[in-house]
């Protein structure tokens, strides 16, 4: 593919689309922050703008999944919950989203009615308004199905935001529940694998269990594992805060039909979409109790303690047979359109 051409790499949440984030739209934009709030350069899960005793922090995601619906969600559980989730790891309240809509000439009234209904569900669970919106409709021949971009406005107490950057040496890492579902149930499902597992995407909105953790204390970071999956998530936490990160393959929760369709197809788990889960630098002190609270909530049932942030410069996996291996960062998600 000719290298002044957009290809799918560029839209996959790796190496490639940073790289193209980077030359083409960082280097063009002058200001890129309001208040001393985080920037756009700082490329986190969200801005922020300080006002008075708060922040607000701003989000936005465009949505265009294959397919629409899905086992476990569709196009508009996945926009609320992206879009919630990216507020919440920062730290802050979610209080509203606002909803583009871009559809294809001939789209279903009945399945638009289905994916609003759909997202509508997914605030209700964490208290987020719909505040404002926008509808537009493309010839057949130029979209493809239904195109939705969200966007998100969250709050925050001054000094309480949390960075995807916030990792210090002695900090436990938490996930909030199984690694890989969204991705590899989507490949299995597009794959025709449906039949043989009941693997479904895990998209949710993430701000209570969040919530419980900032409650007890001690959040030094957080990210929401989407595209480019745990693999890129960990490391970019790993390289912002110029740390290590030793964890425990035993310790990750990996469904067995996960391992299954990831067998099947070649695809590294650990590599591909969450969509309701969190990654989470606690301090050591705090991990059991964080632990606990989040057990405790739904969506929480399979979090563990993974790992632990060392001096160091790589994110290395102990093996259960006593090896170790680096886990990198992907180079773009293994699969294409997975939110
Ligand atoms: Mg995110």
């Not at 990210?223 to 999956?229: A, E, I, L």
Request: glycine share 12%; with cysteine; hydrophobic share 40%.
């Amino acid at each position: 593919m000719s290298e002044d051409k957009i290809s799918m790499n560029h839209g996959a949440g790796g190496e490639v689309m940073a790289n193209l984030i980077s030359s083409t739209i960082l280097d063009n934009i002058t200001k890129k922050s309001v208040n001393g709030g985080i920037s756009l350069d700082d490329l986190d899960d969200g801005a922020s703008i300080p006002l008075g005793d708060y922040e607000i922090i701003l989000t936005t995601d465009g949505h265009t999944i294959d397919p629409l619906f899905f086992p476990g969600g569709d196009i508009g559980r996945i926009s609320a919950a992206g879009t919630i989730n990216d507020v919440s790891v920062m730290g802050a309240k979610p209080l509203a989203i606002s909803n583009a809509i871009i559809m294809q000439e001939g789209f279903p009234i009945e399945d638009l009615d289905k994916i609003i209904k759909s997202l509508n569900e997914t605030c209700e669970e964490v208290d987020v308004a719909v505040i404002t919106g926008d509808t537009k409709v493309m010839p057949q021949d130029k979209i493809d199905g239904i195109v939705m971009v969200t966007t998100g406005i969250g709050i925050a107490k001054k000094g309480s935001v949390v960075r995807d950057s916030g990792l210090e040496v002695g900090d436990k890492i938490i996930v909030t529940g199984s690694l890989g579902d969204h991705g590899m149930s989507l490949m299995s499902f597009r794959e025709g694998f449906g039949f043989e597992t009941d693997l479904k995407s895990d998209v949710a909105p993430m701000w209570n269990i969040i919530s419980k953790a900032l409650d007890i204390g001690g959040v030094t970071a957080m990210k929401d594992p989407t595209r480019g999956g745990f693999a890129n998530a960990i490391n970019e936490m790993a390289s912002k805060a110029g740390v290590g990160i030793v964890l425990e393959q035993e310790s990750i929760p990996i469904k067995e039909e996960v391992h299954a369709v990831s067998e099947m197809l070649g695809i590294d788990p650990f590599e591909v979409a969450n969509e309701g889960k969190v990654v989470m630098g606690v301090k050591a002190d705090k991990a059991d109790e964080i632990l606990e609270a989040i057990k405790n909530e739904k969506y929480g049932e399979n979090a563990a303690i993974i790992g632990e942030v060392v001096e160091g410069d790589y994110v290395v996996v102990n093996t259960p047979i006593g090896g170790e291996r680096i886990l990198e960062a992907p180079i773009a998600d293994p699969v294409p359109r997975v939110c």
